[in-house]
């Protein structure tokens, strides 16, 4: 049970810093697309 818990903690951990990533690298294309 606690193993199965910190699996899924550690996924949600890296899937958030996953999506945090993503959205600081969508930002920086929009910011290119501005500038154009």
Do not use: L, V
């Not at 199965?4 to 690298?25: G, P, V």
């Amino acid at each position: 049970m606690s193993i199965d818990s910190t699996s899924i903690k550690t996924k949600t951990t890296s899937e958030k810093i996953y999506s945090y990533k993503s959205r600081k690298i969508n930002n920086s294309y929009k910011d290119i697309a501005k500038q154009r």
